[in-house]
């Protein structure tokens, strides 16, 4: 199992001058390639971006153009989109991008290198639990050498973590949503 799970934009990555949508998404491509499932697949396109952007995921784009701003959004919106709808996303993102709006002093890219030290975390624990969910099955089968059955149950074992995962952000994505409503009422 070669699964790529130390890609990421980092900030270096990110040029110093604001982009075009193209060069946008060629940056995506470039460097999300090895993580496409087959050639067909989409890492970004013109229409996803724009989607985002009327769908209020990323702060206003101005003349065309991204900044690094921008491109740290979409880079969070493209790990979240696995996992979790626009609408959660959204909400997700809401609080930051309107901190990026209303100009108060947020740092986005102290918040993203945050961000990517916990990929960077979670991709090494990724890699030891693989292991010890592949003996787990081998346990739990006992002498049973059928390879099929084995990459089922570890088929359904990782399904199973990750549907524990997606729903525990989904109850966090739900909290912040309640804490944001709660706000709305006390400004009122």
């Known amino acids: 199992m070669n699964i790529d799970v130390n890609k990421n934009i980092y900030l270096e990555d990110i040029p110093q001058i604001d982009l075009y949508m193209d060069q946008v998404i060629q ?44 491109l740290i959004l979409l880079s969070l919106i ?35 290198k945050s961000y990517l030290a916990l990929h960077n975390k979670n991709a090494a624990e990724f890699k030891e639990n693989i292991d010890i969910k592949v003996n787990d099955v081998v346990d739990v089968l006992g002498s049973n050498d059928d390879e099929h059955l084995k990459k089922v149950l570890l088929i359904l074992s990782f399904i199973t973590a990750s549907q524990f995962y997606r729903r525990a952000a989904e109850s966090l994505v739900d909290e912040l949503t309640i804490n944001e409503l709660d706000e709305k009422k006390k400004s009122e």
């Not at 493209?78 to 309107?98: F, P, V």
């Open 27 to 70: 940056l995506f491509e470039n460097t999300f390639h090895s993580t496409k499932r087959n050639e067909d697949e989409k890492i970004l396109t013109k229409t996803m971006i724009n989607n985002y952007a009327k769908g209020k995921l990323l702060i206003p784009i101005k003349n065309k153009k991204y900044s690094k701003d921008h």
């Open 78 to 112: 493209y790990q979240l989109k696995s996992g979790l709808s626009i609408n959660d996303i959204k909400a997700t993102l809401d609080g930051i991008n309107q901190r990026l709006t209303n100009e108060e002093d947020f740092d986005l890219e102290a918040f993203y």
